[in-house]
């Protein structure tokens, strides 16, 4: 059973950066995409990006491009999301969620993790 | 990308029916099958309902379906009880390799 397990809330200035983690099996590390979601709050969902198990096309929405980076870690089966130049806007849910090749939907997703965005 | 168009809360009486509505355009909804729907109760992570438009995952009552026409894909839940009431979500896989998702329905049971 695929699991994914994120990292905790945390507390950002304005024009930092925050890196979210998401760990999951060996095994779904190497079989699954991994997908990242927001939700700001009272919010709807958000698609972010997707970072690919194989390593192929890896696109993002375009309202993160140049500001957000996918990256994965074979040697602890997790794959990191980092937001730069943050603003209150980015104050949010970021999720992670698996999806098998070729599958197109998200099953199942990360506990998410609250990233506060204040001065 | 715009979000995918429906409406905001849809109610029934336990054991009606009801149908959400998830309008996109032929970039998205109406290019392919790859439209899926998510549960979401407040304080959790939302959860697969439908995939590939019609799919249902095993573990996901037979009171759910869904369908497309055009542009358009809907979602029925039947015979409603209270443990549906929850905010829905459709998503759509876009021509440009994206994904986009629709704005969220809250689903009230009277």
């Known amino acids: 059973q695929v699991q994914l397990v994120q990292s905790g809330a945390d507390m950002k200035r304005p024009g930092a950066s925050v890196k979210v983690s998401c760990k999951t099996s060996e095994y779904t590390f190497a079989n699954y995409h991994v997908h990242w979601v927001r939700q700001a709050p009272g919010q709807g969902l958000e698609w972010m990006g997707i970072?690919?198990?194989?390593?192929?096309?890896?696109p993002f929405a375009q309202k993160f491009q140049g500001r957000l980076t996918l990256t994965r870690d074979t040697s602890t089966n997790t794959v990191y999301m980092e937001l730069r130049s943050l603003t209150s806007e980015d104050t949010a849910v970021y999720y992670c969620?698996?999806?098998?090749?070729?599958?197109?939907?998200?099953?199942?997703w990360g506990q998410g993790a609250l990233v506060t965005v204040s001065s | 990308q715009s979000a995918l168009t429906q409406p905001a809360s849809v109610s029934g009486s336990p054991g009606q029916s009801i149908t959400i509505s998830c309008t996109g355009t032929?970039?998205?909804?109406?290019?392919?099958?790859?439209v899926s729907w998510y549960q979401q109760h407040p304080g959790k992570a939302p959860k697969v309902m439908i995939y590939?438009?019609?799919e249902r995952p095993s573990g996901v009552s037979n009171r759910f379906s869904g369908s497309k026409s055009g542009n358009t894909a809907s979602l029925t839940i039947s015979g409603l009880q209270a443990e549906d009431e929850a905010e829905y979500y459709c998503?759509?896989?876009?021509?440009?390799?994206?994904?986009?998702f629709g704005g969220g329905t809250k689903v009230t049971v009277l």
């Open positions: 970072s690919r198990f194989n390593g192929g096309n890896t």
């Open positions: 032929s970039s998205d909804v109406g290019s392919d099958n790859h």
């Open positions: 969620a698996t999806e098998r090749d070729f599958a197109y939907y998200f099953n199942p």
């Open positions: 998503c759509s896989f876009t021509r440009t390799y994206t994904y986009v």
């Open positions: 590939e438009g019609t």
